[in-house]
């Protein structure tokens, strides 16, 4: 099982704010596909663009 499958199995289910449009989306799919090219896309990477943001309550 390659990483992006296992970090959306591994998800927190939530429901984000925004998401970024469609170019912006794009340009980040680049950036991953291509530190992951170079062997470079880690945990802390993925962080980055994947981690939840926890719920405001009240």
Do not use: C, W
Request: glycine letters at 4%.
């Amino acid at each position: 099982m390659d990483i992006l499958n296992q970090l959306t199995d591994d998800a927190p289910e939530h429901e984000p704010d925004s998401l970024p449009s469609l170019d912006e989306q794009k340009a980040i799919v680049a950036k991953l596909k291509a530190l992951e090219e170079k062997g470079e896309l880690t945990d802390e990477v993925l962080a980055q663009y994947f981690a939840a943001k926890p719920k405001r309550r009240g």
